[in-house]
């Protein structure tokens, strides 16, 4: 394998970005996730991205103390077996005195030392004082793949659930199962049509006051139908408050537009570029 590109601590002549007083700088990064790495956890996730980091020579803040650890802060969990077009990770650099981070170019750096399935598509420097992800993201948009033996009797399920005052989730919190009705958090649900196997839905849920996953719709939609399960789950964006209006934290890339689980049946997994 070519060694990464040099590292992108540049002079400060190539219109970089740089630090804030005490040099540190806080970078925003959007990512997708598809195919085979929807079955890496969170946890590796995080470690390939500081593997990542590592590799094209990033300057990245480490926090004090006797073991230091790079500082990412990742947006909202991601299930394992999820897919996504939409991930997000907030990474503190430090630059060297003296030098920016030329931000343009950080998706061709990283790109080529991320594994395939992963892939940057923005990056932006993020104002001191933002609110991390975990605490600004509204809601989420999600495509829904559910499996039926009636393919035809999925838009019925949809109505009727849509149909119910209640959407009531039981969840094990310390040892214990609790019961909480989530129907406020179900902001939009629609059948977009079929994929090679099953039936496409578009759903959109909450975060905030109360969350509701998507692993909780489909198993509220499947219950008591001998032959149903889940198929793919994909985030497809995640929105915050800008005043009046919802907006994503970084723009998304125009693939994003229009994209379905029935046109991506089998997502295309790139050549091998890093492990």
């Given at each position: 394998?070519?060694?990464?590109?040099?590292?992108?601590?540049?002079p400060?002549?190539?219109?970089?970005?740089?630090?804030?007083?005490?040099?540190?700088?806080?970078?925003r990064?959007?990512?997708?996730?598809l195919?085979k790495v929807?079955?890496?956890?969170h946890r590796?996730?995080?470690?390939?991205?500081?593997?990542?980091?590592?590799?094209v020579?990033?300057?990245?803040?480490?926090?004090?103390?006797f073991?230091?650890?790079?500082?990412?802060?990742?947006?909202?969990?991601?299930?394992?077996g999820?897919?996504?077009?939409?991930?997000y990770l907030d990474?503190?650099?430090?630059?060297?005195?003296?030098?920016?981070?030329?931000?343009?170019?950080?998706?061709?750096?990283l790109?080529?030392?991320l594994?395939?399935?992963?892939a940057?598509?923005?990056?932006?420097?993020?104002?001191?004082?933002?609110?991390?992800?975990?605490?600004?993201?509204?809601?989420?948009t999600?495509?829904?793949e559910?499996?039926?033996?009636?393919?035809?009797?999925?838009?019925?399920?949809?109505?009727?659930l849509?149909?119910?005052?209640?959407?009531?989730?039981?969840?094990?919190?310390?040892?214990?199962?609790t019961?909480?009705?989530?129907r406020?958090?179900?902001?939009?649900?629609?059948?977009?049509?079929?994929?090679?196997?099953?039936?496409?839905?578009?759903?959109?849920?909450?975060?905030?006051?109360?969350?509701?996953?998507?692993?909780?719709?489909?198993?509220?939609l499947?219950?008591?139908?001998?032959?149903?399960?889940?198929?793919?789950v994909c985030r497809?964006?995640?929105?915050?408050?800008?005043?009046?209006?919802?907006?994503?934290?970084?723009?998304?890339?125009?693939?994003v537009?229009?994209?379905?689980?029935?046109?991506?049946?089998?997502?295309?997994v790139?050549?091998?570029?890093?492990?």
């Amino acid at each position: 394998m070519p060694p990464p590109p040099a590292t992108p601590v540049l002079p400060p002549d190539a219109h970089p970005v740089s630090g804030d007083t005490d040099g540190r700088m806080r970078l925003r990064i959007r990512f997708s996730k598809l195919g085979k790495v929807r079955f890496t956890s969170h946890r590796d996730t995080a470690r390939i991205w500081e593997r990542a980091l590592r590799r094209v020579e990033m300057p990245v803040a480490y926090s004090e103390g006797f073991a230091p650890r790079p500082k990412l802060s990742f947006g909202l969990a991601l299930s394992t077996g999820h897919e996504s077009l939409g991930e997000y990770l907030d990474v503190d650099l430090r630059p060297p005195e003296g030098t920016s981070v030329d931000v343009a170019a950080i998706q061709a750096r990283l790109d080529p030392a991320l594994p395939a399935g992963f892939a940057v598509q923005g990056a932006a420097v993020v104002e001191p004082g933002t609110p991390s992800l975990q605490e600004a993201v509204t809601s989420c948009t999600w495509r829904l793949e559910v499996i039926a033996d009636d393919p035809g009797e999925v838009a019925g399920a949809v109505e009727h659930l849509l149909g119910e005052d209640q959407l009531v989730v039981t969840r094990e919190r310390k040892g214990r199962e609790t019961t909480e009705d989530l129907r406020c958090a179900l902001l939009d649900l629609s059948v977009v049509g079929r994929t090679p196997s099953g039936t496409e839905l578009h759903a959109e849920l909450a975060n905030q006051p109360r969350a509701l996953r998507a692993a909780d719709l489909i198993a509220a939609l499947v219950a008591g139908r001998p032959g149903w399960r889940d198929g793919r789950v994909c985030r497809i964006h995640q929105f915050i408050r800008a005043g009046d209006e919802r907006i994503e934290p970084l723009p998304s890339p125009p693939e994003v537009a229009g994209w379905s689980l029935a046109q991506h049946s089998a997502p295309p997994v790139p050549e091998a570029r890093a492990s």
